[in-house]
């Protein structure tokens, strides 16, 4: 069995009311700022998990700032994984700055089968880190229903991108020293967080923090898995496609080549505990 433990989906009705959505949401401006952008449906992702032989995936939106933005997103994908039950894994998204508003967000998508809260995109969303408006809340919500908590991480150095923002290592390390009962997926090998877990307190800092590989093809160099799973540990290392953005294929292939005999681990074995799938 193989997870992709980050992919995205959104309302179908979405790429018409582009322009829309960027005056409505920070976010939606900010990654999608370029007309042409790859968005996908559930039955997108359903047809190309189906091409590839991925079992289930995450699925999740972005880090809206716009509530109603959020709402409709989620709602789509929570019925997306009602369509599609045990291949669709439902994340939601909410602005932390919301307050009262998104602990209410969090607790009716866990209600409805949500299995994380995210991805969310600190930068746009104006999140200060680790003790910004509504953020405790927020994460005393995730932990208490235990769910997960995937965060957008960038590399301090290195080119840029749509949606890059600022969230790097040391803001992630901050989250997981503030938070230390959360359990964390850090997005994009966390920004290159893992190199420093070769420093004794910060791997004991991580110790209920995932990695995943979303758009490593765009980042990294594939040796990016070894690397990473020698340094926080194999068992934290999850098999994340960032799809529509990448195909699948392709960084399991990468995942496989690095990992060898302990490519399962990422591939399956960390998410399905994770998410608590059952074999």
Not at 52 to 61: C, I, L, N, Q, R
Not at 161 to 179: F, Q, V
Not at 205 to 233: H, K, W
Request: hydrophobic share 45%.
């Amino acid at each position: 069995m193989v997870i992709d433990a980050h992919t995205h989906l959104l309302p179908p009705s979405f790429p018409a009311r582009i322009a829309e959505l960027r005056r409505r949401d920070r976010t939606m401006a900010t990654l999608f700022a370029r007309d042409g952008a790859k968005m996908a449906t559930a039955e997108d992702l359903i047809g190309a998990m189906d091409a590839v032989g991925v079992d289930a995936a995450a699925a999740a939106g972005y880090g809206w700032t716009d509530a109603g933005v959020a709402r409709e997103s989620n709602d789509y994908i929570l019925e997306s994984a009602a369509r599609f039950p045990g291949r669709i894994l439902p994340f939601c998204s909410v602005n932390p700055a919301c307050g009262a508003a998104a602990v209410e967000e969090i607790e009716r998508c866990a209600a409805a089968g949500a299995v994380g809260v995210g991805e969310l995109h600190f930068s746009s969303q104006g999140v200060r880190v680790p003790d910004g408006e509504g953020l405790a809340e927020a994460m005393d919500a995730a932990r208490r229903l235990r769910l997960p908590v995937l965060l957008h991480g960038s590399e301090p150095v290195g080119h840029l991108y749509d949606g890059k923002g600022d969230t790097g290592p040391e803001r992630l390390l901050a989250m997981a020293e503030t938070y230390p009962d959360n359990a964390f997926i850090f997005a994009h090998w966390g920004g290159g967080l893992p190199f420093y877990a070769l420093m004794p307190e910060v791997r004991e800092a991580l110790r209920n923090v995932y990695f995943d590989s979303a758009a490593t093809l765009l980042l990294y160099g594939g040796e990016v898995f070894s690397v990473a799973a020698q340094a926080v540990g194999i068992d934290r290392i999850l098999f994340a496609s960032d799809y529509p953005l990448l195909d699948q294929a392709k960084v399991m292939a990468q995942a496989r080549e690095a990992l060898g005999a302990q490519a399962h681990q990422a591939l399956h074995a960390n998410a399905a505990r994770l998410f608590g799938i059952e074999d």
